[in-house]
């Protein structure tokens, strides 16, 4: 959709002017010459850009007048030089900018641009506040095992201070929630709430997504922006997937956790930053300690205040309620007809082992209430996996007699090693071990200098 912008500029020449700018750069444009004429078109704006000087109505009383029908509606204020003072006036009024005359139209854009920009944050981050105010509360998180209200118990001592918080836990178990309920439950509420997934930034960008840049940084950096973290300045920062962070970037979050300061990427002005880290992992990072692919100082930081979240398979008393939860949730976005669901239907659900965990189950009961055409949802309407992987019940084998642990584990290390020829990367395939981790264990049995 296109963004109307409302001109009102008493001048017809330069309001012609200005309208014809905006529409090459694809605005719509309203004009009015009065600022009585702008209050009957400021509805439909998406901004207004108005001269303060005006005849009858003067453009300080229609911006009081414009921010009691809309507050968050964008107004920037043109001016003659030498008038700052009326400008600074305007902008305690609420204006978001100022033009001082004459201006160039390149800037005139530019200022539009960054008003509109700086609105659609605002309507966005309000509309998110007030959504996640309602779904990130206790009774969206639904646990009745011991294990959950261990961890609701936790949730509570750990919200209102700014410890530290590594949540640990398969995916699907619901480490996303568990973090925002720790910021919806803190004194930083209604601060930001930035999420970081690690995963998803290429390990060439991490820095400068995290930390920001300054113009000229690189090639391409053609203004400067902040970063992640100067997003969540006085809020929280969630980090879900934190044992994939490459090396050098580790040492710049210890930086952070440690001193809260950082430098953007191609600048020497070190930021001060008051930030909440709540990070998450679906790894064993004592395992990625042991491969030497974790820094173990920056471990130590983030594990602060562990918690880790069982996954599904453990808590199989949780199913039924979490099952009753999502059908109240789900039926009515999805127009079924279902209201409940019946118990032939929740053993069928309790008798499946959920390798996707809660996020699995809450799919699974989705695409049943699509297909539901009762007002109960029955067992025949659950609709899981074709072949699912079945838990073995047979006695998994045990150590061969005569062997501890170690010796054992030495054994395969070395039968491995004996299969692959001595090349260590196939022998850590072998073992379904990175050839780091492969390394680490060699050096533990003084093998990895004699080439073993």
Same mark, same amino acid.
């Given at each position: 959709?296109k963004h109307?912008?409302?001109?009102? +500029?008493d001048?017809?020449?330069l309001?012609?002017?200005?309208?014809?700018?905006?529409?090459?750069a694809?605005?719509?444009?309203?004009?009015?010459?009065?600022?009585?004429?702008?209050?009957?078109?400021?509805?439909?704006?998406?901004?207004?850009?108005t001269?303060?000087?005006?005849?009858?109505?003067?453009?300080?009383?229609?911006?009081?007048?414009?921010?009691?029908?809309?507050?968050?509606?964008?107004?920037?204020?043109?001016?003659a030089?030498?008038?700052?003072?009326?400008?600074?006036?305007?902008?305690k009024? %609420? @204006?978001?900018?100022?033009?001082?005359?004459?201006?160039?139209l390149?800037?005139?854009?530019?200022?539009?641009?960054?008003?509109?920009?700086?609105?659609?944050l605002?309507?966005?981050?309000?509309?998110?506040?007030?959504?996640?105010?309602?779904?990130?509360?206790?009774?969206?998180?639904?646990?009745?095992?011991?294990?959950m209200?261990e961890?609701?118990a936790?949730?509570?001592?750990?919200?209102?201070?700014?410890?530290?918080?590594?949540?640990? %836990?398969?995916?699907?178990v %619901?480490?996303?929630?568990?973090?925002?309920?720790?910021?919806?439950?803190?004194p930083?509420?209604?601060?930001?709430f930035?999420?970081?997934?690690?995963?998803?930034?290429?390990?060439n960008?991490?820095?400068? +997504?995290?930390?920001?840049?300054?113009?000229?940084a690189?090639?391409?950096a053609v203004?400067s922006?902040?970063?992640?973290?100067?997003?969540?300045?006085t809020?929280?920062?969630?980090?879900?997937?934190i044992?994939?962070?490459?090396g050098p970037?580790q040492?710049?979050?210890?930086?952070?956790?440690?001193?809260?300061?950082?430098?953007?990427?191609?600048?020497?002005?070190?930021?001060?930053?008051?930030?909440?880290?709540?990070?998450?992992?679906?790894?064993d990072?004592?395992?990625?300690?042991?491969?030497?692919?974790?820094?173990?100082?920056?471990?130590y930081?983030?594990?602060v205040?562990?918690?880790?979240?069982p996954?599904l398979?453990?808590?199989k008393?949780d199913?039924?309620?979490?099952?009753?939860?999502?059908?109240?949730?789900?039926?009515?976005?999805?127009?079924?007809?279902?209201t409940?669901?019946?118990?032939? @239907?929740i053993?069928?659900?309790?008798?499946?082992?959920?390798?996707?965990?809660v996020?699995?189950?809450?799919?699974?009961?989705?695409?049943?209430?699509?297909l539901?055409? %009762?007002?109960?949802?029955e067992?025949?309407?659950?609709?899981?996996?074709?072949?699912?992987?079945?838990?073995?019940?047979?006695?998994?084998?045990?150590?061969?007699?005569?062997?501890?642990?170690?010796?054992y584990?030495?054994?395969?290390?070395?039968?491995?090693?004996?299969?692959a020829n001595?090349?260590?990367?196939?022998?850590?395939?072998?073992?379904?071990?990175?050839?780091?981790?492969?390394?680490?264990?060699?050096?533990?049995?003084?093998l990895?200098?004699r080439?073993?």
């Amino acid at each position: 959709m296109k963004h109307r912008i409302l001109v009102v +500029e008493d001048e017809a020449k330069l309001r012609r002017v200005i309208e014809l700018q905006l529409q090459a750069a694809g605005y719509e444009v309203d004009l009015a010459g009065t600022a009585e004429e702008a209050l009957r078109l400021a509805d439909r704006a998406s901004l207004v850009l108005t001269d303060l000087r005006l005849p009858g109505m003067d453009g300080l009383e229609l911006l009081r007048l414009l921010r009691r029908q809309d507050e968050l509606l964008p107004v920037v204020v043109m001016t003659a030089f030498g008038s700052v003072e009326i400008a600074v006036e305007a902008m305690k009024l %609420g @204006a978001t900018d100022f033009l001082p005359k004459p201006f160039s139209l390149d800037h005139l854009l530019t200022v539009i641009q960054k008003a509109l920009e700086v609105r659609a944050l605002r309507d966005e981050n309000r509309s998110l506040r007030e959504e996640l105010g309602r779904r990130y509360t206790f009774d969206n998180i639904v646990g009745r095992s011991p294990a959950m209200q261990e961890i609701f118990a936790t949730i509570l001592r750990v919200a209102p201070t700014r410890a530290t918080v590594l949540l640990a %836990g398969e995916s699907g178990v %619901g480490k996303d929630l568990i973090a925002r309920a720790i910021h919806y439950h803190s004194p930083r509420r209604d601060r930001p709430f930035v999420k970081i997934n690690c995963t998803a930034i290429p390990e060439n960008l991490m820095e400068s +997504e995290l930390f920001g840049f300054e113009k000229g940084a690189f090639t391409g950096a053609v203004a400067s922006k902040p970063g992640k973290f100067e997003l969540a300045d006085t809020g929280t920062a969630f980090l879900d997937e934190i044992g994939d962070v490459p090396g050098p970037i580790q040492v710049k979050l210890l930086r952070v956790l440690q001193e809260r300061e950082f430098e953007r990427l191609g600048s020497n002005k070190t930021r001060q930053i008051d930030v909440r880290i709540i990070a998450a992992t679906n790894r064993d990072l004592r395992a990625a300690l042991e491969e030497g692919t974790f820094r173990e100082d920056l471990y130590y930081r983030l594990n602060v205040v562990p918690i880790n979240i069982p996954p599904l398979r453990e808590r199989k008393e949780d199913i039924p309620f979490l099952a009753e939860h999502f059908v109240r949730k789900l039926a009515p976005e999805l127009g079924s007809t279902a209201t409940s669901i019946s118990e032939a @239907a929740i053993q069928k659900l309790m008798e499946y082992h959920w390798p996707g965990n809660v996020r699995e189950l809450e799919n699974v009961i989705e695409r049943s209430l699509v297909l539901c055409s %009762g007002t109960v949802l029955e067992a025949s309407d659950i609709k899981l996996e074709a072949s699912p992987r079945a838990v073995k019940s047979a006695a998994v084998p045990f150590l061969p007699e005569g062997y501890t642990l170690e010796e054992y584990e030495q054994a395969l290390i070395r039968e491995a090693l004996r299969r692959a020829n001595g090349n260590k990367s196939q022998a850590a395939r072998l073992l379904g071990l990175t050839r780091n981790a492969l390394r680490y264990r060699l050096s533990q049995m003084g093998l990895e200098d004699r080439g073993a």
